[in-house]
């Protein structure tokens, strides 16, 4: 139980990071456009 949950939280962190990369690399394509 313990490593399935450790493995759930991993991939959380990995799509947090992925959907936070995505939006600051929004954010700056925005930002270039002006």
Do not use: D, G, M
């Not at 313990?2 to 394509?29: D, G, H, V």
């Amino acid at each position: 139980l313990t490593r399935i949950a450790i493995n759930l939280s991993l991939n959380e962190l990995k799509r947090r990071k992925r959907s936070l990369s995505l939006f600051f690399s929004a954010n700056i394509l925005e930002e270039k456009e002006f």
